[in-house]
Nanobody, 126 residues
């Protein structure tokens, strides 16, 4: 079992920044890939970013590339999502997820993730 708890969401003006955190517990954090997804009202959950269990490989959705950065601190069992230059269209509930398969590259499909956090709301005002 893996427990994931997100934090760091909130209300920010367009152009601002937020850093989301996802604290993991229950199994060896350094052995699984982590992903961030988001879901806006009336829309499907979509991929945002992912990082491999080694931290060596990262992927980003085109819509956030160059603005968001995913990172992990295995000593703190935490994955982060630094979000800069936020836009109103970034407004959503953000979820972190864990993939325990130990694939070399982190998955970008939500169906490949095994555990999910409860989500944290990010609202960007124009």
């Amino acid at each position: 079992q893996v427990q994931l708890v997100e934090s760091g969401g909130g209300l920010v003006q367009a152009g601002g920044s937020l850093r989301l955190s996802c604290a993991a517990s229950g199994r060896t954090f350094s052995s699984y890939a982590m992903g961030w997804f988001r879901q806006a009202p009336g829309k499907e959950r979509e991929f945002v970013a992912a990082i491999s269990w080694t931290g060596a490989i990262t992927y980003y959705a085109d819509s956030v590339k160059g603005r968001f950065t995913i990172s992990r601190d295995n000593a703190k069992n935490t994955v982060y999502l630094q979000m800069n230059s936020l836009k109103p269209e970034d407004t959503a509930v953000y979820y972190c997820a864990a993939d325990l398969s130990r694939h070399y590259a982190p998955p970008r499909s939500l169906h490949e993730y095994d555990y999910w956090g409860q989500g944290t709301q990010v609202t960007v005002s124009s």
